[in-house]
């Protein structure tokens, strides 16, 4: 079945980096776009980023507030996902999903994993 | 950018009652691209309707979509508990846009 597992969430000072990952099984991953969507505590959904197959170039998009800090990537060779983030700030405080992007919208979404950021 | 305002903030309603739950887009958008979600205390979101009105694999068919152009609607007929959840409209064509979110809670 299709399982998107993230993993390398924790506490990190304000001005530091931190990289996620997600690992997914259970499809063809080289075959689908994907995107890191994130939720801060006790609020809704936030969409970060976005990343096209490589055959479309490995394309990223990313939301105005983390544009020029976070850096969406993909191994199609290890079927994994990552978010490397950087100059993190209090406010991206959250829980980051990693999620599949098809034509019918965020089909699979992992389970997420947490980060804060604070002194 | 588009904006997606979902109303109403929260609703109560009772096991069996109906729910209609609104999303209203700052310009036109293609229904497409429009889907909802849902989600539960401690875990991720889970896809219901996509372009607008497609159930996703598995959603009961107590769960409907309409709308087009600016207006979308969420209708969850006949609810059962474990329908009471948060539920986000989301655009994901040129924009990734979710709306704030709809409370629905047991009255």
């Known amino acids: 079945q299709v399982q998107l597992v993230e993993s390398g969430g924790g506490l990190v000072k304000p001005g530091g980096s931190l990289r996620l990952s997600c690992v997914v099984s259970?499809?063809?991953?080289?075959?689908?776009?994907m995107s890191w969507i994130r939720q801060a505590p006790g609020k809704g959904l936030e969409w970060v980023s976005k990343i096209s197959t490589s055959g479309a170039g490995s394309y990223t998009k990313y939301a105005d507030s983390v544009k020029g800090r976070f850096i969406v990537s993909r191994d199609d060779a290890k079927n994994s996902l990552h978010l490397q983030m950087n100059s993190l700030r209090a406010e991206d405080t959250a829980v980051y999903y990693c999620?599949?992007?098809?034509?019918?919208?965020?089909?699979?979404w992992g389970q997420g994993t947490l980060v804060t950021v604070s002194s | 950018e588009i904006v997606l305002t979902q109303s109403p903030g929260t609703l109560s309603l009772s096991p069996g009652e109906r729910a209609t739950l609104s999303c209203r887009a700052s310009q036109s958008v293609s229904s497409s691209y429009l889907a909802w979600y849902q989600q539960k205390p401690g875990q991720a979101p889970r896809l219901l309707i996509y372009g607008a009105s497609s159930r996703a694999t598995g959603i009961p068919d107590r769960f409907s979509g309409s709308g087009s152009g600016t207006d979308f609607t969420l209708t969850i007929n006949r609810l059962e508990p474990e329908d009471f959840a948060v539920y986000y409209c989301q655009h994901y064509g040129s924009s990734y846009t979710f709306g704030q979110g709809t409370k629905l809670e047991i009255k």
């Open positions: 999620a599949r992007a098809s034509s019918d919208g965020y089909d699979y």
């Open positions: 259970g499809f063809t991953f080289s075959y689908y776009y």
